[in-house]
Each structure stands twice: as C-alpha cells, then as structure tokens.
C-alpha cells in the first residue's frame, strides 16, 4: 500500500466514522499519565482524533498532536478544549521544524505513540526514530504502544483494509536502543488495549533518551 493509499485510508475513516472511533482516552493514555513526571510537554504522533492528546492537555501539559490526516487534524481542532494544545498535518518523517519549535524553552518531553508504529513502514519508523534521536533532550521519555506478530491472525474491529505491520517486540526495544535510547520497561501481552469484542496483542515500551 503506497503512502497516498494509507493516508486517503485514514482521512476516510475520520470523516465518515467520527462517531465510530473512541473518543475517550486509551488504557495506554492512562497508563502513561501515571509516569509523566517532570517533563515540560508531550508530542503525540499519529494522535487521530485526539482522544489521548486531549486527555494529557487536560492535565496540564503542554501538547503538541501531529497526524498525516487532515480529517484526523480537523477533528483534533474542534474538539479540543485546551489553549495549550496544538494539533498539526504533518506526516512524522516531515515534523522536524514543529518539534523544534515545540521543543524551544523546554528541557524534556515526554514522546507518545499509540498504535503508530505498526501503522507505518519499517523505513517511516526507522526515520522517526532517528528524527527523535537527533532533537528530543537527553532523558525525554519516549511511550509506544503497538500490535506485535501474535496479533495478526485475531479478528479486528474495524477491519483488515488497512496497512498494518505487526511487529516482533524484541526487535522492536532492540531498534529503540539503537536510536539512543534505553528501556525503563517494556511488556507484551493481552488485556492491555481491550476495545469491544478485540483484545489485541501488543507490545508497549517507555524509554529513555541517553
Ligand atoms: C491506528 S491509528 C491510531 C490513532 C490513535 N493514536 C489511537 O490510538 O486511537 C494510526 C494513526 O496514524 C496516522 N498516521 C499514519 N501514518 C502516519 C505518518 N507517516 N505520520 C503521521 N501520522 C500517520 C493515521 O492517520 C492515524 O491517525
């Protein structure tokens, strides 16, 4: 699937499902909040429709939402609630002047990614990951959550018509040492991202940049 398919994939689903797609935050979103100590703001990528970036603005941060679709930004902007929360179209390979500028008078941030990696290609990701390594501050804390390589044969909510890369855990911690950074803890599992009758498998990891 080349990237205009995946990303007219993602503008269709978030003009014709805005009321399909959860709106409310994710069990990632609150696992995370418990470990955002003593960062200056989060950066969401691939946020959708904002439902976790929405959640981490109304506890105070300051939040920068980045998605590749404009559907996706659209709706970020008219639900949001927050002064502080900045929502941008930007595919991540492109976003290194909006981290940058999110970045000026900060001294770490926290990076969060859910169901992202596995939604873009292994050069996408591998590109994030050195975007990140160059301009995140040393100790910003990176948080991914994706669906790894058990998940592939289970059923899906919404479907099996789009891209989606399932991802062998450890290889996965091994390329985010690579990039620079060192896991604070990692697990894969079930019951970790429950929605309705899907109880996907996934890998989550919160690392930090050295
Ligand atoms: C599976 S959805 C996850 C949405 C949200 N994080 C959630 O958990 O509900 C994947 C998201 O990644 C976005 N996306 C895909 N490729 C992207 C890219 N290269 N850069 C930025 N966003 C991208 C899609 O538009 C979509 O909103």
Avoid at 14 to 35: C, H, L, T, V, W
Avoid at 52 to 76: K, P, Q, T, V
Avoid at 167 to 191: P, V
Wanted: hydrophobic content about 40%; proline content about 2%; some cysteine.
């Amino acid at each position: 699937m080349s990237r205009a398919e995946k990303s007219s994939y993602w503008d269709a689903f978030y003009s014709s499902r805005k009321k399909g797609a959860p709106a409310y935050p994710s069990q990632f979103a609150a696992f995370a909040i418990n470990e955002l100590t003593d960062v200056d703001g989060v950066i969401e990528f691939g946020c959708g429709n904002g439902r976790d970036s929405e959640f981490f603005a109304a506890y105070g941060f300051d939040l920068l939402g980045l998605d590749a679709s404009a559907e996706a930004i659209d709706l970020c902007r008219s639900r949001s609630a927050h002064e502080h929360a900045r929502y941008v179209q930007c595919p991540a390979g492109a976003a290194r002047d909006e981290i940058t500028s999110f970045l000026s008078g900060k001294r770490k941030v926290a990076v969060y990614a859910r169901f992202f990696l596995h939604a873009i290609d292994e050069d996408e990701a591998n590109a994030f990951l050195d975007l990140l390594s160059v301009l995140l501050p040393a100790q910003s804390r990176v948080f991914f959550e994706y669906r790894t390589v058990d998940d592939a044969d289970q059923e899906k909510t919404f479907g099996t018509d789009h891209y989606r890369r399932y991802l062998d855990h450890s290889d996965m911690l091994a390329n985010i040492e690579r990039a620079g950074f060192s896991i604070d803890y990692q697990i894969e599992g079930h019951g970790l991202a429950k929605f309705r009758d899907e109880d996907a498998k996934v890998g989550r990891c919160v690392a930090q940049k050295n």
